[in-house]
């Protein structure tokens, strides 16, 4: 995977606030994850780990409720491709294993990151810009 920064700026605003204030949040997950890494884990804590794993859940369950209530709501015409997004990647969140990430840190933290990256450019770049879009041409937002 090539080097990623999760520095927010604003090329990734979709345009739709409470959706970009989010994304920012993840961005926000990523860059503890990636401190984390940078600093090969050393003195990492369980705790701080636990604390990634659950801002991600957490995170993964309001974001994406957020989005699919906007889907359904405007009946975006995308939806269904666009969940199944989600619903895959909080599957990959929710399938996480602690115990191999307490004793792996770095390695499982570098694949999680990259599972991110790789969702991040997917769907804030392409997915919630284009809902966003949809949105905002509807006059919605």
């Not at 307490?102 to 969702?119: A, I, N, V, W, Y």
């Not at 450019?121 to 905002?136: G, M, Q, R, S």
Request: with cysteine; glycine share 2%; net charge negative.
């Amino acid at each position: 995977m090539f080097d990623f920064k999760f520095d927010w700026c604003k090329e990734m605003e979709c345009g739709v606030a409470i959706i970009d204030a989010q994304h920012r949040e993840l961005f926000r997950i990523g860059r503890a994850m990636e401190q984390l890494i940078m600093n090969d884990c050393r003195n990492v804590s369980n705790q701080q780990l636990l604390d990634i794993v659950c801002d991600l859940r957490d995170y993964a369950s309001y974001q994406f409720y957020t989005e699919e209530s906007l889907m359904d709501k405007y009946k975006y015409p995308y939806s269904s491709k666009n969940k199944q997004s989600l619903n895959d990647f909080k599957n990959n969140i929710l399938s996480i294993d602690m115990n191999e990430l307490s004793k792996r840190p770095k390695k499982t933290l570098t694949q999680l990151k990259e599972d991110l990256q790789s969702f991040l450019f997917n769907h804030i770049l392409v997915e919630a810009l284009d809902l966003c879009k949809f949105l905002n041409s509807r006059g919605v937002y």
